[in-house]
Structure formats: C-alpha cells, structure tokens
C-alpha cells in the first residue's frame, strides 16, 4: 500500500502546487482590484501563496516528467512549460506592481494593473489546465 501511494507523490505536489496557485491568483486578482485596504493582502498573497506554489508545481512537474519516458514534442507538455516558465516572469512582475500598490496607496493604477496580470496568468492556467487534462496530440 504504501508503494501505491508513493508512486503517485509528485503527481500530488504537482496538483496540489497547481490547485493553490490557481486559488491565490484569483484571491489576488480579486483583492488588488478592490481598493487600497486589501492592496496588502494582495501583495502578501503573491509572496506567500502564488510564488512558493508555483515553485511547488514546476518542481513537481519536473519531477513527473524526469520519471517518465516521454516522447519531447507532446502538445500539453509544451503548453506546460510554456505558462510554467513565462508565468514566473509575469508572477515576478506581478509581485513587484503588488509591492509597489501596497507602498503608494495614492496612485491606482498599480492596483489595476495587478488585477490585470493576475487575471491574465490565471487564464494561461486555465488553458493549461484545460491541455494536461485533455492531451490534445
């Protein structure tokens, strides 16, 4: 039993690093749109939920896929990698807008823009999402 379980271990982290990262996206999405009271909330949500769970997912799926014995021009995979890689661009980016919203409440548009590259990011992982579970190849 106990090898049953640990088989499926990454596939967990994975889909838990995942599960968080799209709830704290959209937690963030939702609080940096709001006003200046949860501007905070929304920068401590990028740098306590969304970046430790995207390093959760991209190191769990790395794991997955150094274990299997896949082909390397598989569709979903590279739609994986592809919201994986350039999503810690815009998540870095996104924390940095955060932190300066949380820093200026006067100005609005950091928040805005916030609001905006998080819903964007977390449409990329709805259409992630959408390739892992489907495998259109």
């Keep these: 039993m106990l ?14 690093g995942a599960m968080v990262l799209v709830g704290s996206i959209a937690a963030t999405a939702i609080a940096a749109g709001r006003g200046v ?17 995207w ?3 991209r190191l769990a799926g790395q794991w ?3 274990r299997e014995n896949w082909p390397d021009d598989l ?22 807008i955060a932190w300066w919203a949380y820093r200026n ?4 548009w950091p928040g805005r823009a916030v609001a ?3 819903s964007l990011y977390l449409v990329a992982l709805l259409v992630a999402m959408w ?7």
């Design 3 to 16: 090898a049953l379980v640990r088989a499926d271990f990454p596939v967990f982290l994975h889909v838990l």
């Design 37 to 53: 009271l949860l501007r905070g909330v929304a920068f401590r949500t990028m740098v306590f939920l969304v970046l430790p769970s």
């Design 55 to 57: 390093a959760l997912m």
């Design 64 to 66: 997955i896929e150094s």
């Design 75 to 96: 569709t979903w995979l590279g739609i994986g990698y592809i919201v994986g890689d350039v999503g810690l661009v815009i998540l870095l980016a996104t924390a940095l």
């Design 105 to 108: 409440p006067e100005r609005s």
């Design 116 to 118: 905006g590259l998080a």
């Design 131 to 137: 390739a892992m579970t489907t495998k259109p190849d």
